[in-house]
């Protein structure tokens, strides 16, 4: 049974710093991402990591947002830096098993709950 548990989301100004983290259970979690939905706007890839260490992240955010891994304690994180009130939205945790870096969240297996992220203006 795979379980994906968010944590630190908030609300911070923007130019504001978080760190969100996403602890899984369960082994074969090849790839772990990152997504986002903003109210009214569909879910969309913010970041993906491969256990292997490949990466890819949304043009939106890429220069300020860092996704990374820590296999050995099976969680994963995103150090979001200079964000901006468009970056306001519930952040998902995913993974799956297969082996491609994708973006497109019907891919993936496996979902957390959701961290609520607001920046205020």
């Known amino acids: 049974q795979v379980q994906l548990v968010e944590s630190g989301g908030g609300l911070v100004q923007a130019g504001g710093s978080l760190r969100l983290s996403c602890a899984a259970s369960g082994s074969g979690l090849n790839i772990m991402g990152w997504f986002r939905q903003a109210p009214g706007k569909q879910r969309e890839l913010v970041a993906v990591h491969s256990s292997g260490g490949r990466t890819n992240y949304a043009d939106s955010v890429k220069d300020r947002f860092t996704i990374s891994r820590d296999n050995a304690k099976n969680t994963m994180y995103l150090q979001m830096d200079s964000l901006k009130p468009e970056d306001t939205a519930v952040y998902y945790c995913?993974?799956?098993?297969?082996?491609?870096?994708?973006?497109?969240?019907?891919?993936?297996?496996?979902w957390g709950q959701g961290t609520q992220v607001t920046v205020s203006s």
């Open positions: 995913a993974a799956r098993r297969g082996i491609s870096l994708s973006s497109d969240a019907g891919a993936y297996d496996y």
